[in-house]
Nanobody
Framework: QVQLVESGGGLVQPGGSLRLSCAASGTIFSLARMRWFRQAPKKERDFVAVISNTGTTNYADSVKGRFTISRDNAKNTVYLQMTSLKPEDTAVYYC??????????WGQGTLVTVSS
C-alpha cells in the first residue's frame, strides 16, 4: 500500500519561511512524479509545484521565485521550501504522487497559516 505522510506545516509570520516534507512508502519513489497542491478555505485545490522523476521542476506563477520543490530519492521524500510567505499562501498543502503506470496517491495534508 502506497502512503504519503506530510509534515512541516504550522503558523508563520508574513515574510517568514517553512519547509514541508512528504515521505512516501510502498512504491518505487524514484520513478514517481511528485507534486504539491494547496487548498485555501472555501476554494478549489490548486497546483503549486511539480518535480519529475528526473528532477525537472515547474511552479505556479503565484509561487515562482519564492517556493522551491526538491526530492531526496534515498529518503523517499519530497520537499517544498517556502520563503517570503504571504497571508494568501495560507492553505492546507497536499502532496501528490503519480507513478508511470497511472497510480496516483494523495497525502493527508498539512496546514500552513501565514498571519501576524
Amino acid at each position: 500500500q502506497v502512503q504519503l505522510v506530510e509534515s512541516g506545516g504550522g503558523l508563520v509570520q508574513p515574510g517568514g519561511s517553512l519547509r514541508l516534507s512528504c515521505a512516501a512508502s510502498g512504491t518505487i519513489f524514484s520513478l514517481a512524479r511528485m507534486r504539491w497542491f494547496r487548498q485555501a478555505p472555501k476554494k478549489e485545490r490548486d497546483f503549486v509545484a511539480v518535480i519529475s522523476n528526473t528532477g525537472t521542476t515547474n511552479y505556479a506563477d503565484s509561487v515562482k521565485g519564492r517556493f522551491t520543490i526538491s526530492r531526496d530519492n534515498a529518503k523517499n521524500t519530497v520537499y517544498l521550501q517556502m520563503t517570503s510567505l504571504k497571508p494568501e499562501d495560507t492553505a492546507v498543502y497536499y502532496c501528490n504522487l503519480l507513478m508511470p503506470q497511472g497510480l496516483e496517491v494523495w497525502g493527508q495534508g498539512t496546514l500552513v497559516t501565514v498571519s501576524s
